[in-house]
């Protein structure tokens, strides 16, 4: 991957060796976090929004059929 700015032109890179070359892509997961040759967070945040809204919903679904010790432990 290839981390570039705003304002540079963009240049196609070649890596190779003995005829095999990487493949040049726009994002990948690094350390569990979506990034983009910008280094922007705009898909990773768009992925959790989500298992976030799932788990509120978890969440909300348990309030009115458990007591607070149960609620507490689930978050």
């Known amino acids: 991957m ?4 705003k304002n540079s032109s963009h240049s ?8 095999k070359y990487i493949e040049e892509i726009n994002n990948t997961k690094f350390l569990g976090f979506e990034i983009d040759n910008y280094i922007k967070w705009k898909i990773h945040t768009k992925q959790g929004i989500p298992k976030l809204s799932a788990a509120g919903f978890a969440v909300r679904s348990v309030v009115h059929i458990s007591n607070v010790h149960s609620q507490i432990s689930v978050l």
Not at 2 to 5: A, D, E, L, N, S
Not at 12 to 19: P, R, V
């Open 2 to 5: 290839k981390f570039i700015t």
């Open 12 to 19: 196609t890179l070649h890596i190779g060796y003995e005829e």
